[in-house]
């Protein structure tokens, strides 16, 4: 007589923890869509300001600031 084989031990699925990696997906593409609606509001700044035509050397130092931030992001972004 065969001794009978012994079933494999299930994997325990914690719950719990699948909710919280779950919760984290839902929150990092909330922070992207976020992160999206303000480079398109930048984006619309942009072409808005540079129909202007007063320009002058403020304008000019100020989207030097924006550029900067952004260097700033884009780095930290790696």
Known sequence: MKAAIADKPKMKINTK???????????????QDNI???????QQKLAADAGQSNINWAHVGSLGHVEELLQQIDEFLG
């Open 36 to 42: 999206a609606e303000y480079i398109q509001r930048i």
């Open 17 to 31: 923890d699948n909710k919280k990696i779950d919760d984290a997906r839902t929150a990092y593409k909330k922070r």
